[in-house]
């Protein structure tokens, strides 16, 4: 006869954590979770801090309209992947983060070993070497939330997003527009068992994103002058850095339907231009930098545009010289 599945009321807030604590231990921390605050050794004199919530069927769904369950390990894997973004965007390297987890009662143990996993896995996989889980908190709530803190520092300076100018060239590391896509496919009633394997991969473009590390701190050691990630589209995104700079920025079409071309599977089912989501989809935590001239531009970045003067008639952003509409990107509220 199989025994219920253990879940976190059953073991409370102690029980949780020594069946997780073990999965996120470090040996980088001078003291690390169990005690009432974590400790970290930094070798700056300046750090970085950002911090980033994801709730339930707000930024996720156990279960998507398709029918795909939204895995623990993936919220895991994206409470962290969203968080060491903001510090690459900075150009530079996460060093310690805090976690606070907020569970209904019924939420089964094993999901929360999984959702570790996957945060471990991050860590590991996404290469931030340097990153150790210091502590957090446990909370009851009516639905799961997950809130983390980052911190980091930067070897080269940090690169803010008000120093491009004009003249520079734009480019971006990462993907482009495949998490958005992502999304859509996950909010499309097909069948997710259906699914191609190209279609599957667009969708965990949404669900396990990859930031680019490392292309941050190289940015900033290429002489980079402004600089962000994306997050909630590129046009809203770049309007911002637009803003911040004083400039104006226009993107070359030919080079941006190159990353449209690979979300042709996503199109084909959803109906939708891809061109929409490289455009205004959020979420793939990919860099857009300004720099100085092509020469200086690491490798993996993609020139997509130039920065201008701006006059007080040019709009923020524009591609191919025609306006594009900032508006359109993500809005938590809206």
């Known amino acids: ?68 369950e939204h895995r623990a390990y993936d919220i895991g894997w994206k409470s962290i992947a969203q968080n060491v973004s903001d510090i690459n965007a900075m150009g530079g390297t996460t060093t310690g983060a805090v976690v606070s987890l907020s569970l209904p009662a019924q939420t089964s143990l094993q999901w929360v070993k999984d959702f570790a996993q996957g945060m471990a896995d991050a860590i590991s996989s996404l290469g931030a070497k340097e990153l150790t889980i210091l502590g957090g908190d446990l909370g009851k709530s009516t639905e799961i939330s997950v809130t983390t803190t980052v911190l980091g520092e930067c070897a080269h300076g940090k690169i803010l997003r008000n120093g491009a100018k004009p003249g520079d060239v734009i480019a971006v590391a990462g ?96 109906g939708t231009d891809p061109m929409e989501w490289v455009l205004h989809g959020g979420e793939d935590f990919g860099l857009v930098a300004a720099f100085p001239n092509e020469d200086v531009v690491p490798e993996e970045f993609t020139v997509i545009g130039a920065a201008k003067a701006r006059s007080g008639r040019r709009s923020l952003v524009t591609v191919d010289g025609k306006i594009a509409t900032a508006s359109a990107g993500f809005d938590h509220f809206n």
């Open 175 to 270: 993907r482009l527009g495949d998490a958005g896509a992502g999304l859509t496919v996950l909010e499309h009633r097909s069948d997710a068992n259906k699914w191609s394997r190209a279609v599957r991969r667009i969708a965990e473009a949404q669900c396990k994103p990859a930031p680019p590390l490392g292309s941050g701190p190289r940015a900033a050691e290429a002489g980079a002058h402004a600089m962000m990630d994306i997050s909630d589209g590129l046009v809203r995104d770049t309007s911002r850095l637009a803003k911040n700079s004083g400039i104006s920025i226009d993107f070359n079409s030919e080079v941006l339907k190159k990353f449209a071309a690979r979300l042709a599977p996503a199109a084909q089912l959803t």
């Open 1 to 68: 006869m199989n025994q219920p599945e253990a879940t976190v009321g059953d073991l409370g807030e102690q029980g949780i954590l020594d069946t997780i604590l073990p999965l996120l231990d470090s040996q980088k921390a001078n003291l690390g979770p169990g005690d009432d605050a974590g400790a970290l050794s930094v070798q700056g004199s300046e750090i970085l801090v950002s911090v980033d919530t994801l709730v339930e069927n707000q930024d996720f769904k156990l279960v998507w309209p398709s029918g795909l």
